[in-house]
């Protein structure tokens, strides 16, 4: 059977069922399902170095929002997934008032389906040299600097280096990483957002990992949001001849398929729709008492 590649941790533990029948409990596991706001939401707990390997995803906690409510493409579904994910980071990030956070987009902002990163970041509200300057009239506001890296080929620095450089230089207490994933399956490319208290590694959406970033790398903690905008080609074909009843085999799919990535015919409209509201929701989480309006108000 062909190794099945995905970032999300839900997908993983689904590999997991198939592969064993759905017969067997995962000692190290932990997964449960909630609503909010009218959106599932999935919590992967890996506990263990065994549940660990079994998925082959660092030990922590992992949330994902399923946000097929807002292909409705309403004012109001917005502003429920937004709300959503706020809630998730909210409870990851465990911040207390005056926190001060580094929202940091990875990726690339030129090739649409790693740009979720840098999107991102144009919709968050960078707001640490505000309350320097003006203490009084945003003394409700969290500080919040925002960045995006670019990539290695085009600014000569690892991602990895220049947020370590950040921290050192601003010590946040936490950092918010955005990147692009891959998902297994088409119908959770750019409607599914996984929140993670792991930290990321930059990259590995589009197949060019890089560094890692997480707690251990940088000193503070790290939530990463990832939002799956691509799917192995190899992955799809053998998820596709399965579900007919079919044999995939590997070395021969691996050889056809290559390297290459699917994304949807829309990738643009879609990465530009959930960063936009990926970015809403760390504002969100960050700023006790603003509404989307208020958001709107402040980038605008």
């Known amino acids: 059977m062909i190794e099945k590649r995905t970032d999300l941790a839900?997908?993983?533990?689904?590999?997991?069922?198939?592969?064993?029948?759905?017969?067997?409990?995962?000692?190290g596991i932990e997964i449960s399902d909630r609503?909010?706001?009218?959106?599932?939401?999935?919590?992967?707990?890996?506990?263990?170095?065994?549940?660990?390997k079994i998925l082959c995803k660092p030990i922590g906690r992992y949330s994902t929002v399923f946000l097929d409510a807002f292909l409705?493409?309403?004012?109001?579904?917005?502003?429920?997934?937004?709300?959503?994910?706020?809630?998730?980071?909210?409870?990851?990030?465990?911040?207390?008032?005056?926190?001060?956070?580094?929202?940091?987009?990875?990726?690339?902002?030129?090739?649409?389906?790693?740009?979720?990163?840098?999107q991102t970041v144009k919709s968050t509200l960078a707001t640490r040299h505000l309350i320097g300057s003006s203490p009084e009239e945003f003394r409700d506001f969290r500080p919040v600097a925002a960045i995006e890296t670019g990539v290695l080929g085009s600014t000569g620095i690892e991602s990895a280096e220049m947020i370590r450089a950040l921290t050192d230089k601003l010590s946040p207490d936490c950092v918010i990483a955005v990147d692009a994933l891959a998902s297994r399956s088409v119908d959770r490319v750019c409607r599914t957002v996984q929140i993670t208290d792991t930290g990321i590694v930059p990259g590995s959406g589009v197949g060019n990992a890089r560094e890692e970033i997480n707690e251990k790398t940088l000193g503070v903690k790290v939530i990463a949001v990832g939002v799956p905008t691509v799917v192995d080609a190899a992955t799809m074909c053998a998820q596709l001849i399965e579900e007919t009843g079919g044999s995939a085999d590997e070395t021969r799919l691996r050889r056809a398929a290559g390297d290459m990535i699917v994304m949807p015919r829309e990738i643009d409209q879609r990465v530009a729709d959930i960063s936009k509201m990926v970015g809403y929701g760390i504002n969100l989480a960050l700023h006790g008492g603003i509404s989307v309006d208020d958001i709107t108000m402040f980038l605008g």
């Open 10 to 27: 839900v997908e993983a533990r689904e590999l997991w069922d198939e592969k064993t029948g759905g017969e067997t409990e995962v000692e």
């Open 72 to 118: 409705s493409r309403s004012d109001e579904s917005f502003n429920a997934g937004a709300e959503t994910i706020a809630e998730e980071i909210r409870a990851m990030a465990g911040l207390k008032d005056g926190d001060t956070v580094l929202v940091v987009g990875l990726g690339n902002r030129f090739i649409t389906p790693d740009a979720v990163g840098p």
């Open 35 to 52: 609503w909010s706001n009218g959106f599932k939401i999935t919590a992967v707990r890996i506990k263990d170095e065994r549940g660990s």
